[in-house]
């Protein structure tokens, strides 16, 4: 009976342990989401303004660049998978990149070929686990992206998509990472980087016809300018917004991971007052028992 | 008559928002000044300063490095890597 009581306070021991390290995250990550908030709204005026002068010449003018045309005959698209470093911040990574299959299994569908690009531990550690290649992949500071980083993987892009299809380029960039909703919903996102696909924060094209696009120097320099810095800012969004929907995504599996410790805990007393009071029944009953054997003896 | 509404950002945060009168920015082929009704235009900002005149004389001086400059319908948007207030 005492080695029953023994296992129960063990295993309270054990869940007060765990409930002091998921609360200290839970606490972490709560403080860290306001920052990661205000880092999203910072940089997002500088994001809509370059999607929309991208998507306002795709649309208005008349120049064939191989930012606003689409290629004929696709055959290989890049998917950059956007998780994060650590886990235990529920489905986080694993939504992100059930996606990303997903999204593999409609462009294997169309004919494409598909290359990898990862962002973080988690992705990275999901495919060396299932043995598939990946072109590149980025680890570390997933929760503190760095514009630099976002710098680092535009460059990389560019370079692949205007490179020759012989010599491993792509047609079509797609981005899959989780999109900041609120603080309890983060929703995993496909974006079509390249060719351009959305016309974010532009009104449809009105009934009158607007004027051409002048440009200066000219087209073709101003596009080739436009390319990485749209690439850019798109990719340090998506990082930002990953990075904050991994703040809210962790502290929410905290804090029902610390909840659930306080019920273990709960229980496991309840049963260990359970196992001490029987122990203590016990032993009076064979003290009284033994009394009655002597008294009988005599 | 009718305004400017310009927007200049930066990488990280918005620098300034507001309504003026005239632009006058430097691009990679020289100056340009950019009143209201300008038909839209993409250009490429070299380094340097980007002078805002609102409405009153009132001038704002930006510097901004590594950017363009959009307009459409009396909107303008300065859009650069790093950019900052000089005043």
């Known amino acids: 009976m005492g080695a029953q009581l023994r296992v129960y306070r063990q295993r309270i021991r054990s869940a007060q342990t765990t409930k002091k390290i998921t609360r200290a995250m839970e606490l972490i990550s709560a403080s860290r989401i306001q920052k990661a908030q205000q880092r999203v709204a910072a940089s997002t005026p500088y994001s809509r303004a370059v999607t929309r002068a991208v998507s306002a010449v795709a649309t208005y003018s008349n120049v064939s660049h191989v930012l606003t045309t689409e290629r004929e005959n696709p055959k290989r698209a890049a998917v950059v998978i956007f998780a994060s470093d650590r886990g235990l911040a529920g489905a986080f990574s694993a939504s992100v990149l059930k996606e990303s299959e997903e999204l593999t299994t409609l462009l294997r569908s169309q004919g494409k070929e598909v290359v990898y690009y990862l962002v973080g531990r988690k992705a990275v550690g999901y495919f060396s686990f299932r043995k598939r290649a990946s072109l590149r992949s980025w680890v570390g500071g997933t929760d503190q992206p760095e514009f630099a980083t976002a710098q680092e993987i535009g460059e990389e892009l560019v370079d692949v998509f205007t490179r020759d299809e012989a010599q491993g380029g792509v047609d079509e960039i797609h981005i899959v990472y989780n999109r900041f909703v609120s603080m309890v919903t983060q929703t995993p996102e496909v974006v079509r980087l390249l060719p351009l696909e959305i016309v974010e924060g532009l009104e449809a094209p009105s009934a009158e016809v607007l004027p051409l696009y002048e440009f200066e120097p000219e087209v073709d320099a101003v596009l080739d300018a436009l390319l990485p810095v749209y690439i850019e800012s798109r990719i340090y969004n998506a990082m930002l917004q990953s990075a904050a929907s991994e703040h809210a995504a962790r502290q929410r599996a905290m804090k029902s991971a610390s909840d659930n410790a306080d019920t273990l805990i709960r229980d496991y007393t309840r049963l260990a007052n359970n196992a001490r009071q029987s122990e203590i029944t016990q032993q009076i009953s064979e003290i009284v028992g033994g009394a009655d054997a002597l008294v009988s003896a005599k | ?87």
Do not use: C, Y
């Open chain 2, 1 to 87: 008559m009718a305004v400017l509404t310009v927007d200049v950002v930066s990488a990280d945060s918005q620098i300034w928002s507001g309504e003026a009168e005239m632009v006058v920015a430097r691009t990679s082929e020289g100056e340009i000044g950019i009143l209201p009704g300008h038909e839209p235009l993409l250009a490429i900002l070299a380094s340097g300063e980007v002078r805002v005149t609102q409405s009153g004389g009132r001038k704002i001086v930006a510097n901004a490095e590594d950017g363009f400059l959009s307009v459409e319908n009396n909107q303008v948007t300065i859009v650069a890597r790093q950019a900052e207030l000089a005043n």
